[in-house]
């Protein structure tokens, strides 16, 4: 049976997936475009009596290396503490623990070609799979990826494979900045549930900001990725007291994982100027998000934003949700933006998600997202 023209038809992808410039022509090659936005992967393993002690970590570097490749990235640097093992890769990040794996992904990697790997290692320390959650901002450039992230259809179908029984949800306009999230729940409970999860992505980053990050060469983790996240004022964000390490690509774009005891940051940034992007993902434990995301937000000063929390309900976070209180993600936090949209779900039993989408007040550029821009006096109260 033939293809409908419509299913490969840039334009019609781009009407689905939006979040590209109204003028961007997806039929030219003039200049390369890189998928900014991240594919995200997170698979929790239960324990049993059967466990390796040592559960995940009990696996040497070689088994993530064949994970990592198996989605055509590879390991590029790698640090650890007593909880965390932190890997930046040649397309983000990978962090492993001892009972779960977030693999962190962009371009067009092909990440749902991880899983057999992932539950081939959870079996491997006797272990069982008892959550998994796929998610991604929708893309930029949906007809340069490869399958299986040809379309949400066979991003749907490739994780019915493995997980059957999850279900997939859309956090947010289809037209316009959206998430598609996929989860599979298999808790026993009552157990302790106390994990959080903030994650933004911005377009349109300030310039100043990132023509720091064009280089002539790779550079890793050192003195010279020192300076640049200190002119840049990444160091604003993660400062000294965490571990970290991080990579300047060349010809232009950089990552950095940070880790701090139990806890996790990580940035990707785009700096192309017609498809800047930039990424920021932390699982800190706070009962309000707002001091943390206002820093992210006067560093890289994008045009427009989305916000995704993903709350445990034990989580601190979740039990000033549940009080009725603001957790920091609220406009009257963000006075130099513009909320467009918001979005609150339960998807599983007292998990919350909050999606919300900001434009720069009365910014034109904001328009490449497909959204309305209001004027300010218009919104005043």
């Known amino acids: 049976m033939a293809t409908p023209e419509s299913s490969s038809d840039p334009i019609s992808l781009m009407a689905m997936w939006g979040s590209m410039k109204e003028n961007f022509d997806p039929v030219s090659r ?6 900014g936005p991240e594919k995200r992967l997170e698979i929790i393993m239960r ?33 650890r503490n007593e909880h965390i093992q932190s890997y930046v890769l040649t397309e983000s990040s990978l962090f492993v623990m001892r009972n779960r794996i977030i693999l962190i992904t962009c371009g067009t990697t092909t990440l749902l070609n991880s899983v057999p790997l992932i539950l081939q290692a959870i079996s491997d320390v006797r272990g069982e799979c008892e959550w998994a959650s796929f998610m991604h901002k929708n893309y930029s450039f949906p007809w340069e990826q490869k399958g299986p992230h040809l379309s949400m259809a066979e991003e ?16 947010g ?20 549930e106390k994990d959080n999860q903030m994650s933004l992505t911005m377009y349109g980053l300030d310039k100043t900001f990132t023509s720091n990050f064009f280089s002539e060469e790779f550079v890793s983790c050192g003195p010279e990725t020192a300076k640049i996240r ?42 192309e100027d017609h498809c800047s992007f930039a990424s920021y993902e932390t699982n800190s434990k706070m009962a309000n998000l707002s001091v943390r995301m206002r820093t992210v937000l006067s560093v890289f000063k994008p045009q427009r934003f989305t916000v995704i929390v993903i709350l445990d309900p034990q989580s601190e976070v979740a039990r000033a949700y549940q009080d009725s209180e603001k957790i920091g993600v609220e406009p009257e936090y963000h006075p130099d933006y513009s909320l467009v949209n918001r979005t609150t779900n339960e998807f599983a039993p007292g998990y919350i998600s909050m999606k919300l989408n900001y434009v720069l007040w009365s910014d034109p550029l904001a328009a490449e997202g497909n959204v309305a821009v209001p004027q300010k006096e218009a919104q005043q109260t």
């Not at 003039?30 to 998928?35: C, M, N, T």
């Not at 037209?175 to 999230?181: E, K, L």
């Not at 571990?243 to 880790?259: K, T, W």
């Open 47 to 79: 324990e049993t009596d059967m466990t390796h002690p040592d559960a995940l970590r009990s696996l040497d570097d070689s088994v993530w290396e064949a994970v990592v490749g198996s989605l055509n990235a590879q390991i590029v640097s790698r640090i």
């Open 230 to 271: 200190e002119a840049s004022h990444l160091n604003e964000i993660v400062t000294d007291a965490w571990e970290m390490h991080d990579l300047q690509f060349a010809p232009c774009g950089y990552s950095v994982n940070a880790i701090q005891g139990e806890e996790y940051s990580t940035m990707h940034i785009t700096p």
């Open 30 to 35: 003039e200049r390369f475009s890189f998928e």
């Open 156 to 171: 749907y179908k490739t994780l019915k494979l493995h997980f059957p029984k999850g279900k997939p949800f859309i956090f």
């Open 173 to 192: 306009p289809v037209d316009s900045d959206h998430y598609f999230f996929y989860c599979y729940d298999d808790v026993v409970r009552p157990c302790p």
